[in-house]
């Protein structure tokens, strides 16, 4: 079966300074990946997405993805982050022919001015 | 603009009393979820439905119920057999392509607590 694990729970940044967000996964079978943030009291919103192909995955906001299948890894990672940054961010997995997705536990992401 | 709409924003519950939340979605989706998101558990999956009339559950379904009888409309209730339903609930959907996976979109939400 699969599952993903965010290592941090809570990562506190300094703004302009860059961060990474680490996800690892478990899978038997060959995946597809997934980041999504969500804001206070909002649905969650797709950063970026990894189905096949490159394994550097951009996405909205300036945040890009490196899928390392060795390592069963997909960090988020952003050069430098900005006050309105500050939101919680989750990564998800989902099995080729499966159309569930299993999601981490999140990580909160706090923008330190 | 096409999206997913949740109703009610925020949703109270006395005791033995079942639920529902409203979930509409206009993206022509054929795929619909249902989460529940408690703090520092991520999301959860309690039940999914790839199309009309049928429906399957997740992770966690043991007191809730659903139905799929409109492709826009996939109502979520609470029954009063869930001894603890104070969470954040979330619709999602998703474009069935026929094995091309395609990202879920997600609502905003329906915050439940107890009276």
């Known amino acids: 079966a699969q599952s993903v694990t965010q290592l941090d729970s809570q990562v506190p940044v300094f703004e302009e300074a860059p961060v990474e967000l680490r996800c690892n996964y478990s899978?038997?079978?060959?995946?597809?990946l997934f980041w999504y943030v969500q804001y206070p009291n909002q649905g969650l919103q797709l950063l970026l997405k990894?189905?096949?192909?490159?394994?550097l995955v951009k996405g909205i906001n300036g945040f890009e993805a490196e899928f390392n299948k060795s390592q069963t890894s997909f960090h988020l990672r952003k050069p430098s982050v900005h006050i309105s940054d500050t939101a919680e961010y989750f990564c998800a997995v989902s099995e080729w022919g499966n159309e569930k997705l299993t999601f981490g536990t999140g990580t909160r992401l706090t923008i330190i001015p | 603009d096409g999206g997913i709409t949740q109703s009610p924003k925020y949703l109270f519950r006395k005791e033995g009393q079942n639920v529902t939340l409203s979930c509409e979605q206009n993206l022509n989706h054929d795929a619909m979820y249902w989460y529940r998101q408690d703090p520092g558990q991520g999301l959860r999956l309690i039940y999914y439905s790839q199309i009309v009339n049928d429906f399957q559950k997740g992770d966690i379904a043991e007191g809730y119920s659903v139905s799929r009888e409109k492709k826009e409309s996939f109502p979520l209730t609470v029954t009063s057999a869930q001894k603890n339903p104070t969470a954040f609930y979330l619709c999602?959907?998703?474009?069935?392509?026929?094995?091309?996976?395609?990202?879920?979109?997600f609502g905003d939400g329906t915050r439940l607590s107890i009276l």
């Open positions: 999602a959907s998703s474009r069935w392509t026929g094995g091309s996976y395609q990202p879920q979109h």
């Open positions: 899978s038997s079978v060959s995946v597809y």
């Open positions: 990894y189905l096949s192909g490159s394994t």
